[in-house]
């Protein structure tokens, strides 16, 4: 599948994440995790990047940052490049650790700056690798703990997360520990790792809205954010980023989310799209034909290719969803 280029330019606010190939872990203790801390502060001040949220966890790590002068896919690659090397020398290990490509989100910051870094970093304690929001603030592997000054890591732009509750120090950390403790009901909140259209637009109710009154939303797989805001960020691109339409992102991310959802029901990908009456093939073919043209923004006809029905099918799904 073609790949979507990579949107970005120093300032640029990103949600990174990064996993170990086939699932696997990328910390095997204290020791690996101390040292990928450490390299990623190093390599952000060698860049200029300015990091706000993280988190560390056992098979993967998120990071919203902003790309400085030398752009986001050189931070990365340094960060990811130097961190795999030491790695695999120090556990006598061979090879990729990495999936061989980082997922990165270009943010709308407004809306959603505050909602990613309380999401970040509250990651642990859904994984129970914390007990409790308390345990949190001391957990040495988010930077929670660095924005309620338990822990110092002078290249972890605190200030800039605190300024958002206030100037005067002790409140504004309150507030800000006041707002994770309510952000920690939220659950998953799934559109926080990925572009789209229901993103892009506020959500379900907000897209049928605009179906209705015939408007249509600019989108794009690789941004968070309004449509207005998804224009300009692909208008100030450069011309090589520009001709990747954001259509070969869809249809990347669509194949992947029918290769993951066949996988997890149980459901042959080869009968799913040869027509299968079976009921559990109908019933992945109507929940992922409302998320390609709601969600990702696809034709039905661009849907119905991939999920072996034709575009009537497809629009017939779409249409009873909506009533």
């Known amino acids: 599948m073609p790949r979507g280029a990579r949107l970005d330019a120093p300032g640029t606010l990103h949600h990174v994440m990064v996993r170990g190939i086939e699932g696997n872990s990328i910390v095997a203790d204290d020791e690996d995790r101390r040292f990928f801390v450490s390299r990623m502060g190093k390599v952000a001040m060698a860049t200029g990047t300015s990091i706000f949220a993280w988190a560390l966890m056992t098979n993967h790590a998120h990071i919203l940052l902003k790309s400085g002068s030398a752009g986001l896919s050189t931070f990365m690659r340094r960060l990811l490049t130097g961190y795999a090397t030491g790695y695999n020398c120090r556990h006598k290990r061979h090879g990729h650790l990495f999936q061989n490509r980082f997922k990165s989100i270009v943010c709308e910051e407004e809306p959603y700056f505050l909602r990613l870094v309380s999401y970040i970093h509250l990651n642990p304690f859904r994984a129970g690798l914390v007990r409790s929001l308390e345990d949190l603030e001391r957990y040495p ?27 005067r120090e002790l409140l504004a950390r309150s507030a800000y520990q006041e707002f994770v403790a309510a952000e920690c009901g939220r659950g998953s909140q799934p559109e926080l790792t990925g572009g789209g259209l229901i993103r892009s637009v506020g959500g379900w109710s907000e897209l049928k809205s605009l179906r209705k009154r015939q408007q249509k939303q600019f989108s794009d797989e690789r941004i968070l954010g309004s449509g207005e805001f998804a224009k300009e960020i692909l208008d100030e691109a450069d011309e090589a980023v520009k001709d990747r339409l954001p259509a070969i992102a869809a249809t990347a991310e669509a194949a992947e989310r029918l290769r993951q959802a066949c996988e997890d029901a149980g459901v042959n990908i080869n009968a799913l799209q040869g027509g299968s009456r079976k009921q559990n093939c109908s019933e992945l073919r109507k929940k992922l034909a409302l998320e390609y043209v709601l969600e990702l923004g696809m034709t039905y006809a661009g849907a119905a290719r991939l999920l072996g029905i034709s575009a009537a099918a497809v629009n017939g799904i779409v249409k009873r969803n909506e009533a």
């Not at 592997?141 to 100037?167: C, K, P, T």
Request: glycine share 12%; no cysteine.
């Open 141 to 167: 592997w988010s930077g929670h703990a660095v924005v309620m000054n338990r822990i110092r890591n002078e290249w972890q732009d605190r200030d800039y997360v605190l300024g958002y509750f206030g100037q």
